[in-house]
């Protein structure tokens, strides 16, 4: 069963894989965005937990946008999700009733397809995805375990219908003979309505775990994320922007090491229904404010 508490264990366990960052030993609690907006130039929003629980949108989110930019603060959506393109996370946010424009979404996939060399790839995707992006030849993994041992490299994209014999084909294969493996969703779960689901990140690691040295993890708190979204904000110095998200190990943790400062949003994501400073003071990851919702 996937709780928060061993879900955070599992974050510490493979914490030595991310980037380290030193973060403030306190936080301050506020109500709402408003009360730190005029510290800020550009707010940045984690969606799963943040914006929305699975496809609910969280109320009031869209309201705080919109408000957050006639108070001329820049937004952007940060987010680790891979399973869709461009397009597709555009019209998922417009679906759940987001005013967003597409220079506004940063995704993880976005890096990861950056780092696609040529060859051949086995992409592990949700049966949906045309995979239009794929900057490269493909292959669409399934039950064939010959069609592991066949591909230059694995692209990651989503856990959808993703099952634990094809991760033993997949790690067989990688033990045999070792490619690239780009995990283009570094989360380990997701918020769900109903749950937390495991995300590729989880896959990842045990991958890792195996002695597999080829894993490379795209998303927050890895830093190709956070270049994209330096590049879309050139004229804003690092100390005023400021990462919202709901979870440690990803959301602060990488934007500390960015020098960015961070909010925790504590009601609906990874650590709703607990008491956020005891994972704080087991970790030592602190945000610089904490809130209920944004």
């Given at each position: 069963m996937l709780t928060t508490p061993a879900i955070f264990d599992r974050y510490q366990e493979v914490r030595s894989r991310m980037p380290q960052a030193v973060t403030t030993s306190a936080f301050q609690d506020i109500s709402s965005l408003i009360e730190i907006a005029d510290q800020t130039s550009a707010f940045i929003f984690d969606a799963f937990g943040v914006l929305n629980v699975g496809e609910t949108l969280i109320d009031g989110a869209d309201r705080r946008l919109d408000e957050l930019r006639t108070m001329g603060c820049e937004i952007r959506i940060l987010t680790n999700a891979a399973s869709y393109d461009r397009v597709g996370a555009v019209d998922k946010f417009q679906r759940l009733g987001l005013s967003i424009k597409d220079d506004e979404i940063i995704t993880s996939r976005d890096a990861t397809l950056s780092a696609v060399t040529p060859g051949r790839w086995g992409v592990i995707a949700a049966p949906e995805d045309q995979l239009g992006d794929i900057p490269s030849s493909w292959q669409r993994l399934g039950d064939t375990a010959q069609d592991?041992?066949?591909?230059?490299?694995?692209?990651?994209?989503?856990?959808s219908n993703w099952t634990a014999p094809r991760q033993e084909m997949l790690a067989a294969s990688l033990l045999k003979d070792e490619r690239p493996v780009l995990i283009a969703n570094a989360d380990l779960v997701a918020p769900r309505d109903d749950g937390f689901s495991l995300e590729p990140g989880y896959f990842g690691h045990l991958l890792a775990d195996k002695g597999i040295s080829s894993v490379r993890f795209f998303g927050k708190p890895f830093p190709e994320v956070y270049d994209l979204v330096e590049q879309s904000l050139p004229n804003t110095p690092a100390h005023r922007i400021v990462m919202c998200g709901d979870t440690l190990h990803t959301d602060i943790m990488g934007a500390a090491a960015r020098n960015w400062r961070t909010v925790l949003v504590t009601r609906d994501g990874l650590f709703s229904g607990h008491d956020t400073q005891v994972f704080c003071q087991q970790s030592g990851l602190y945000p610089d404010w904490r809130l209920a919702r944004i």
């Open positions: 592991y041992d066949a591909v230059d490299g694995f692209l990651f994209l989503s856990t």
